[in-house]
């Protein structure tokens, strides 16, 4: 099955099972969030997911929701780890069961996917201090014939410090190479594929919990672990998903290693993205972040040729990532925005290591002072100039 085919077979699925498809996956959270990204599918549907208001599509709901983490930033460059990704999600605002979800993502993963039952493992709440176990996953998971581990805190998702919250089910696939050993928490080859929530509670700011007046279920799948799984592959940047990347990349810009060549990847598709999603670079919040993706990968381009630029990027890589993340053509100029930064980042540098180069900061280190005149004075920002002088950046 190619991406595409994975996407609809899911959005599909629940079609037939009475979910209405929900639109507009725009990264941008609704005005008055205080997250600047959406994170993940229910993000979106946090209030409904509350029950404080019905839905206006009804009480089940399917999405495939673009989601943009930089709390894992640091770990793009493995086999799984990316910037900006999808969510598949199905949800139950008050409809039917924990049970019936657990039972439809059993069904949809063999008969639908394929997946062998044997390779699959899952987990349960297994109960803490406030609340007991979860019996009914636990029934139901037997009753499928699924092996189970009971678990703590890694069964119990929020969405925050506060709001709303409960036990859940994860679904891990077996991806070692010999018969499956151990269980999901004794051996990293299981990989988890699908969390199934029981949004049943509360969370106030004491930690106490308060039974919401109507449970949902929420869940979601990433969409980039499930390709790679379905083709065979060892990592997201083997699968279709950056079929073209994986083969343009290294022609264009001639990058020796496999992470640099990951990372440059991750970051330029991530900020196509996020640039089509209406954001500019900047110096605060989103434009922030995009700003550091584009910086990021710039360092990574310039240190072993400060010739190369993003000028070169071909017209298919924008085109194929445009399509995928569903993005109209035409409205955003993405290589312009990515040029004007580019040019920005090289007169930064530039001035950065002239400014450095002066006696007066020679053979010494540099004081929150300095720093301070740094970006006041020359607009020199206190990562860029450290960046500098641990020759991160381009010498
Ligand atoms: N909210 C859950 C998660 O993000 C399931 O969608 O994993």
Same mark, same amino acid.
């Given at each position: 099955m190619?991406?595409e085919?994975?996407?609809?077979?899911f959005?599909?699925?629940?079609r @037939?099972r #009475?979910h209405?498809p929900?639109?507009?996956?725009?990264l %941008?959270?609704p =005005?008055?969030?205080?997250?600047?990204?959406t994170?993940?599918?229910m993000?979106p549907?946090?209030?409904?997911?509350?029950?404080?208001?019905p839905?206006?599509?009804?009480?089940?709901?399917?999405n495939?929701?673009?989601?943009?983490?930089?709390t894992?930033?640091?770990?793009?460059?493995?086999g799984?780890?990316?910037? !900006?990704f999808?969510?598949? #999600?199905?949800?139950s605002?008050g409809?039917?069961?924990h049970s019936q979800?657990?039972?439809?993502?059993?069904?949809?993963l063999?008969?639908?996917?394929g997946?062998?039952?044997?390779?699959?493992?899952?987990?349960v709440?297994?109960?803490?201090?406030?609340?007991?176990p979860?019996t009914?996953?636990l029934? $139901?998971?037997q009753?499928l014939?699924?092996?189970?581990?009971? *678990?703590?805190?890694?069964?119990?998702?929020s969405?925050?410090?506060?709001?709303?919250?409960?036990p859940?089910? @994860?679904?891990f696939?077996?991806t070692?190479d #010999?018969?499956?050993?151990?269980t999901p928490?004794?051996d990293?080859?299981?990989?988890?594929?699908?969390?199934?929530v029981?949004?049943g509670?509360?969370?106030?700011?004491?930690g106490?919990l308060?039974p919401? =007046?109507?449970p949902?279920?929420?869940t979601?799948?990433?969409l980039?672990?499930? /390709?790679?799984?379905?083709?065979?592959?060892?990592?997201v940047?083997?699968s279709?998903?950056?079929?073209?990347w994986?083969?343009?990349?290294?022609g !264009?810009?001639?990058?020796?290693g496999? @992470? =640099?060549?990951?990372i440059?990847?991750d970051?330029?598709?991530?900020?196509?993205?996020?640039i089509?999603? #209406? /954001?500019?670079?900047?110096?605060t919040?989103?434009?922030?972040?995009l700003?550091?993706?584009?910086?990021?990968?710039?360092t990574?381009?310039w240190?072993e040729d400060?010739? &190369? *630029?993003?000028?070169?990027?071909?017209?298919?890589l /924008?085109? +194929?990532?445009r399509?995928?993340?569903?993005q109209?053509?035409?409205? /955003?100029?993405?290589?312009?925005v990515l040029?004007?930064?580019?040019r920005r980042f &090289?007169g930064?540098?530039?001035?950065?290591?002239?400014?450095?180069? &002066?006696?007066?900061?020679?053979g010494?280190?540099?004081?929150?002072?300095d720093?301070?005149? %740094? +970006?006041? $004075? +020359?607009?020199?920002?206190r990562?860029? !100039?450290?960046?500098? %002088?641990?020759?991160s950046?381009?010498?």
């Amino acid at each position: 099955m190619n991406s595409e085919q994975i996407l609809s077979t899911f959005t599909s699925f629940y079609r @037939e099972r #009475g979910h209405r498809p929900v639109t507009g996956s725009t990264l %941008l959270p609704p =005005p008055g969030d205080p997250v600047l990204f959406t994170t993940s599918g229910m993000h979106p549907l946090t209030p409904y997911l509350e029950g404080t208001r019905p839905h206006p599509l009804g009480g089940r709901l399917t999405n495939v929701q673009r989601c943009l983490r930089t709390t894992d930033l640091d770990e793009v460059g493995d086999g799984t780890h990316l910037t !900006v990704f999808e969510m598949l #999600g199905s949800w139950s605002l008050g409809d039917y069961s924990h049970s019936q979800s657990l039972r439809w993502g059993y069904e949809l993963l063999t008969d639908g996917y394929g997946f062998d039952p044997g390779r699959l493992y899952v987990t349960v709440f297994g109960g803490d201090e406030r609340l007991g176990p979860d019996t009914s996953s636990l029934r $139901t998971w037997q009753e499928l014939g699924v092996p189970v581990e009971l *678990t703590r805190d890694e069964n119990w998702w929020s969405n925050g410090p506060t709001g709303p919250c409960g036990p859940d089910s @994860e679904i891990f696939v077996w991806t070692g190479d #010999g018969p499956p050993v151990s269980t999901p928490t004794g051996d990293e080859r299981w990989v988890e594929i699908w969390n199934h929530v029981l949004m049943g509670y509360r969370r106030h700011e004491d930690g106490s919990l308060t039974p919401l =007046p109507r449970p949902s279920v929420d869940t979601g799948m990433g969409l980039e672990r499930l /390709v790679p799984l379905l083709q065979g592959k060892r990592s997201v940047y083997d699968s279709d998903l950056f079929e073209p990347w994986m083969r343009l990349v290294p022609g !264009v810009w001639g990058l020796s290693g496999e @992470e =640099p060549r990951r990372i440059v990847s991750d970051h330029l598709r991530s900020s196509i993205v996020v640039i089509g999603d #209406g /954001v500019l670079p900047s110096n605060t919040g989103r434009g922030y972040v995009l700003r550091r993706l584009v910086r990021r990968l710039l360092t990574v381009l310039w240190r072993e040729d400060p010739s &190369r *630029t993003l000028g070169d990027l071909p017209r298919e890589l /924008v085109e +194929h990532t445009r399509q995928h993340f569903r993005q109209e053509d035409g409205e /955003v100029d993405v290589r312009g925005v990515l040029l004007d930064e580019e040019r920005r980042f &090289r007169g930064l540098l530039t001035r950065g290591r002239s400014v450095l180069s &002066r006696p007066r900061f020679s053979g010494r280190s540099l004081t929150p002072e300095d720093f301070l005149y %740094l +970006h006041d $004075t +020359h607009g020199l920002p206190r990562e860029l !100039v450290e960046g500098l %002088l641990d020759e991160s950046l381009v010498s």
